[in-house]
């Protein structure tokens, strides 16, 4: 038996302990989280468990008194977009909120491929591929978000809630916000792509959750878009609704050649520009190969489950 055969087989016996004790330890500390990444694959189940676990939403008007930083929005018209084509694009953040945050991130540590293990401050300034640490493909600012005034207040947003409210059936649960970099280093393997997002994947974090997300600036196909595959948030392959978050293990050209290229919408646009996306279809930030992308993600759901992502360990 040669080397590389034995080094494959290692890495899938790795990969299976890591998974087994990472659904032990789910199911140890959060039983129904770990019911709900088990069932929450199969679109028939998340039908029915939407349907049950509907509670009747308060008003939310957006008025002159409880005006939106995003203006001007059709919720309904939205809503709708969101429910056939997975996204919708068009949300504007206002250009003193961007400069809020982008004036937060270059003054607050962040966590080099969001390890604690790794702070770092990034100014903007420094010239990326040289001055970065090793393998910095993303700088998240995890935990240290919430200093932000800015993203509290963006969480709080009455066009976002009601955006959230109107898709959900629900009241929107705040699940978690993060501001992060994407930088143009080269992933070394599928790995390190998997693990900074950069493959298509779908999310598995209730069973009907969004995701509003803005970027802090100009992001074209040379700074890392986030990319999505329209209408994949129904209607899957039955085999990526058996395995799960697991289809980041896909090759990304099998999965655009089940699901068609002529789907696939690399989504550009200028700092404050703005969309919110069902996360249950696939999608993924791709790689930046010239310039950094500093994007802002607020997600909510129906069900609170606490820190979802400490619950799993990552």
Request: hydrophobic share 35%; glycine share 6%.
């Amino acid at each position: 038996m040669n080397t590389t055969v034995i080094q494959k087989s290692e890495n899938i016996w790795y990969k299976l302990a890591n998974y087994f004790l990472r659904n032990y330890q789910c199911l140890i500390e959060d039983p129904r989280l770990f019911l709900m990444r088990k069932c929450a694959r199969f679109e028939i189940v998340r039908d029915w468990a939407t349907m049950l676990l509907k509670r009747p939403t308060q008003s939310r008007e957006i008025s002159q008194e409880n005006a939106s930083v995003l203006g001007k929005l059709d919720v309904d018209a939205i809503a709708a977009t969101i429910e056939t084509d997975s996204c919708y694009q068009g949300l504007q953040l206002p250009s003193y909120a961007v400069q809020e945050l982008l004036n937060f991130a270059n003054s607050t540590v962040g966590y080099i491929n969001r390890e604690a293990k790794r702070p770092f401050r990034y100014k903007g300034t420094e010239q990326v591929g040289a001055d970065l640490p090793e393998n910095a493909r993303v700088c998240s600012y995890m935990s240290n978000g919430q200093l932000s005034s800015t993203m509290k207040k963006l969480e709080k947003d009455p066009g976002i809630l009601a955006i959230a409210a109107k898709f959900l059936g629900a009241q929107p649960v705040h699940m978690g916000s993060e501001i992060s970099w994407s930088f143009p280093v080269p992933a070394e393997n599928h790995v390190q792509q998997r693990e900074a997002a950069q493959v298509f994947h779908y999310d598995l974090d209730d069973y009907r959750f969004i995701k509003f997300f803005f970027y802090l600036t100009d992001v074209d196909m040379s700074s890392g878009p986030h990319a999505y595959i329209r209408g994949t948030h129904k209607g899957k392959k039955l085999l990526h609704q058996l395995i799960g978050t697991r289809c980041a293990d896909i090759n990304d050209e099998k999965i655009v050649e089940f699901y068609g290229d002529r789907n696939v919408v690399n989504v550009c646009g200028k700092a404050g520009f703005g969309f919110v996306e069902d996360p249950l279809c696939f999608h993924r930030g791709t790689q930046p190969t010239q310039k950094p992308r500093l994007m802002v993600q607020i997600e909510y759901a129906i069900n609170d489950y606490g820190n979802i992502h400490e619950a799993l360990g990552y």
